[in-house]
């Protein structure tokens, strides 16, 4: 479906409606001048209606939850005691292999840029799934933005009917200092409609447009007592809201408009379905998705597990880069694939492997990033890093780079807090640049 199938409608209040559904003069005197122009600046730019955001660059997030196993992925080490039962394919690429359970994917590698040594010291999966979603090491003083929130805040359109940034599944990131208007909007299974898009039984547009003036003139009163910047802020994410419930373009939400071969292509397991959506959301205008695939914490027969979950992952991010080419989308869509850290390369006990935060491996494809490029090479057993570490901050300076984020620009995460959107001490990694 494209973006011709959708038609675009507006519904909001102009000011004159606003002004005639708060009658009793109570209610529009109480209503400070400011917070009026405010609701009304969004009743405007709604009903220009849902054009697509100008930005150039979207983020889809392939996030790996538990810490994926670099040897059964993207750096195998066969013929090595550390390698476990499973094998190496040889990739479109010369000299390049992937996990034996990774097949369509090889044949792919010529546009996949891979960090194979990606390296922390955060080894537990709090901390870590915090540094490789902010870049930041975790800090309880400074509340630091998931990356889809920098994204939806740097690039998004605020007043485009789809929300900038989408999360599917897992535990909703924080917009840390960016605020709730760059929050995620969770969906928790792709293949279920969204919840709370339809107004409840009963309520037609007419009895909405009435709650909805009854809250505005209670907020109006809360306002003038020194309120309005909470108000304004509740008031657009209100807006927002109802212009999501009411917009054409939710249609992208649903997965049953896509052909069964699609569906299929992609693989019917929630997370196969959710990469699917990622691919219509970006299309729709949806600056960020984040894809939760949950599962790589193998510390118990990791060799089943990793199978299950790399039959998963191998025909949904195939099709995904398919289909983003197909449609002309991948120049400007960075996909990245990564879980919080890597797995122990020793075998233990109970044919698992631990975590491992020394050594592991990012995957970025389209937006810009080289295709066929390996960064970096760890030893024969894969233990250490021989050649190219790469930071958490290097990571995200890259993407940064690649999404045309200004990495450098400063916020004040508290008012005696200046941050920076990327860590300063991180390094785009310029071998996965394209010039």
Not at 120 to 138: F, M, V
Not at 308 to 332: I, K, Y
Request: hydrophobic share 40%; with cysteine; net charge neutral.
């Amino acid at each position: 479906m494209s973006a011709a199938d959708f038609h675009p409608r507006a519904r909001a209040f102009t000011r004159r409606e606003l002004m005639r559904s708060l009658a009793g003069g109570v209610g529009a005197a109480a209503l400070a001048p400011s917070l009026l122009d405010l609701l009304c600046r969004h009743a405007q730019a709604h009903a220009q209606g849902g054009a697509l955001p100008k930005s150039p660059k979207k983020l889809i997030l392939l996030w790996l939850e538990g810490g994926p196993s670099q040897i059964e992925t993207f750096d195998p080490k066969p013929g090595s005691a550390t390698q476990g039962p499973f094998g190496a394919v040889p990739t479109d690429v010369a000299g390049w292999s992937f996990g034996e359970h990774l097949p369509r994917l090889a044949q792919r590698a010529g546009k996949l840029g891979v960090i194979r040594t990606v390296t922390s010291k955060e080894g537990s999966h709090a901390r870590a799934r915090l540094l490789l979603h902010t870049g930041y090491i975790p800090n309880p003083s400074v509340p630091y933005p998931t990356f889809g929130s920098v994204v939806a805040n740097e690039l998004g359109d605020a007043d485009h009917d789809l929300p900038s940034f989408v999360q599917v599944s897992g535990p909703p990131g924080s917009p840390g200092y960016l605020g709730v208007a760059n929050a995620p909007f969770l969906v928790l299974n792709p293949n279920a409609p969204v919840a709370n898009l339809a107004a409840p039984a009963g309520v037609d547009a007419a009895r909405f447009d009435r709650r909805e003036a009854l809250r505005d003139l209670l907020d109006a009163r809360y306002a003038a007592a020194g309120a309005i910047d909470v108000v304004g802020a509740n008031r657009t994410q209100h807006l927002r809201s109802r212009r999501l419930m009411e917009s054409p373009l939710r249609a992208a939400f649903d997965l049953t408009r896509e052909k069964e071969a699609v569906r299929e292509a992609y693989g019917r397991s929630n997370f196969g379905q959710g990469v699917l959506l990622a691919r219509r959301l970006v299309e729709q205008g949806v600056q960020a998705v984040e894809v939760h695939f949950d599962g790589w914490d193998t510390h118990i027969d990791n060799f089943t597990k990793t199978k299950g979950l790399c039959e998963q992952l191998d025909p949904a991010l195939s099709a995904l880069l398919d289909d983003l080419g197909e449609r002309g989308l991948l120049d400007e869509t960075l996909v990245v694939a990564m879980g919080e850290f890597g797995r122990t390369p020793t075998i233990n006990v109970h044919s698992g492997r631990d975590h491992w935060p020394g050594n592991y491996c990012a995957l970025l494809a389209g937006g810009g990033a080289k295709g066929g490029v390996a960064v970096g090479a760890t030893d024969e057993r894969g233990e250490r890093i021989v050649d190219r570490p790469v930071t958490v901050p290097d990571l995200f300076a890259t993407f940064a780079h690649l999404l045309g984020i200004d990495g450098a620009k400063k916020y004040h995460a508290t008012p005696r807090r200046p941050t920076t959107v990327v860590d300063p001490e991180g390094e785009v990694v310029g071998e996965i640049v394209a010039p």
